[in-house]
């Protein structure tokens, strides 16, 4: 996950940018904002080329295009830090989708995101985000993870940043359904269920049902499963890393 924004109201063009990357189509997204010149827009286009790669497992060399673009065109230190963040994601992706182990080069581009970054910088939350994903995923670090994602979640109610809470309430529910808590897990993945379709982000909320499925019996599990997997089928495929998790977990023998 990359950029975290909605739809900027009153400008047709982010209402279309954010259409087209909600339905898994950061390709077009991406293209609408080519002709737009200036850091902000080569920051938004690359933040949605990384979302691309962790979504597809496609689309690396144009991301690191776009994040060298964006890198010689920031003008300040939010601008380097929000393209650090990006590195750092695009980093991460290719470490968790086992494409080639960047560990290192993530955790080091979120360091010099954090330093960039003023503490109330709009941008913090999503690296609190990010670094708990690292924490989580790459370095396996619940408690770390958890403060991390706890941090972004209060940022991301600060700034009314919807789509980051759908992320931090998923990723505090997982954490919490792998400590056994049912009904804390089942709150935040319903949580992040209701804000990504009340968002209208469809290539989030397949996984979102999918994750739901993990803390409901049956057969709400199963109807959550099936629904997800036809979600899932209409996107194309997309995210190509749910298809594991669309089966009923194995029987114990």
């Not at 360091?111 to 790459?138: K, M, S, V």
């Not at 009340?198 to 999918?210: D, I, K, M, N, S």
Request: proline share 5%.
């Amino acid at each position: 996950m990359s950029g975290t924004g909605t739809t900027a109201e009153h400008d047709p063009l982010q209402t279309a940018v954010w259409r087209l990357r909600s339905r898994g189509c950061w390709t077009d997204a991406a293209g609408l904002l080519a002709s737009r010149a200036g850091a902000a827009a080569a920051l938004q286009r690359t933040a949605l080329l990384v979302e691309r790669c962790l979504f597809t497992g496609d689309g690396w060399g144009e991301a690191e295009d776009g994040l060298r673009t964006a890198e010689a065109l920031a003008e300040d230190d939010d601008d380097r830090g929000a393209a650090a963040c990006e590195r750092g994601q695009l980093a991460y992706a290719s470490t968790v989708l086992n494409v080639r182990d960047r560990a290192d080069e993530a955790r080091t581009a979120l360091g010099r995101a954090a330093a960039l970054l003023a503490p109330n910088a709009p941008g913090r939350p999503l690296l609190d985000f990010r670094r708990g994903l690292i924490a989580e995923h790459i370095a396996d670090s619940p408690q770390s993870a958890k403060a991390a994602y706890r941090r972004a979640h209060a940022g991301a109610t600060a700034h009314s940043d919807p789509l980051l809470l759908s992320f931090t309430w998923r990723h505090l529910a997982g954490l919490a359904l792998r400590d056994g808590e049912l009904a804390e897990a089942r709150h935040g993945f319903a949580e992040s269920l209701r804000i990504r379709e009340e968002l209208g982000y469809l290539v989030g909320t397949a996984p979102a049902l999918a994750a739901l499925a993990e803390a409901e019996p049956e057969p709400e599990a199963t109807r959550l499963r099936a629904e997800a997997g036809r979600l899932f089928r209409l996107l194309g495929g997309v995210p190509s890393w749910l298809a594991q998790h669309l089966q009923p977990p194995a029987a114990a023998v």
